[in-house]
């Protein structure tokens, strides 16, 4: 599992040598999987794992590699939110430039994936402005995010409160 950090809205691995072993066994299962469906499913939380692990230069590696095979074999949710973690490794990386030109097309897409995809990208939009110290518009973005999470009743509500109430705290 994970926390969120409450300050820098960054996930925070438990166990990080647990997490080692996951990236280990979502190697093996990208390698092994059985369909596309499961190759994208693993990809992504390979990209994700890495991500959190610090691990970002092969986070972007991989994040590239995952939207590379969502264009080739997924539809357009996969291809979105391949792409959207792709942003949120740049992002990361503090490569602003490109993660914002990411998350402008993605956004601007979102509601056509359905209200769980849009949440999502909102979510991930309002940590990209939020690591930028632009306040209002990761304000906007997650209370955006949770009033779609509110609505699904999805238990990433809770994040989204605390990003929120996180990005409100510095516009005061």
Do not use: C, K
């Not at 080692?20 to 999987?33: I, K, N, P, S, T």
């Not at 609505?151 to 510095?170: F, G, K």
């Amino acid at each position: 599992g994970y926390t969120i950090d409450p300050e820098t809205l960054r996930e925070v691995f438990d166990d990080p040598a647990q997490a080692r072993g996951r990236v280990q066994q979502l190697r093996a299962e990208v390698r092994d999987a059985l369909d596309e469906i499961d190759e994208l499913r693993a990809r992504g939380e390979l990209v994700a794992s890495l991500r959190v692990l610090g691990d970002l230069d092969e986070a972007l590696v991989e994040g590239q590699r995952a939207v590379d095979r969502a264009e080739m074999v997924g539809n357009g949710a996969q291809q979105h939110t391949a792409r959207l973690r792709l942003a949120h490794v740049q992002q990361w990386r503090g490569n602003f430039a490109e993660s914002n030109m990411i998350f402008t097309e993605l956004l601007a897409a979102a509601a056509q994936f359905g209200p769980v995809i849009e949440a999502f990208t909102n979510a991930h939009a309002g940590n990209n402005d939020y690591d930028q110290g632009h306040w209002g518009d990761a304000r906007d973005h997650f209370a955006r995010a949770l009033e779609l999470r509110e609505q699904l009743e999805l238990p990433e509500a809770d994040s989204s409160r605390t990003a929120l109430a996180a990005a409100v705290r510095h516009l005061e």
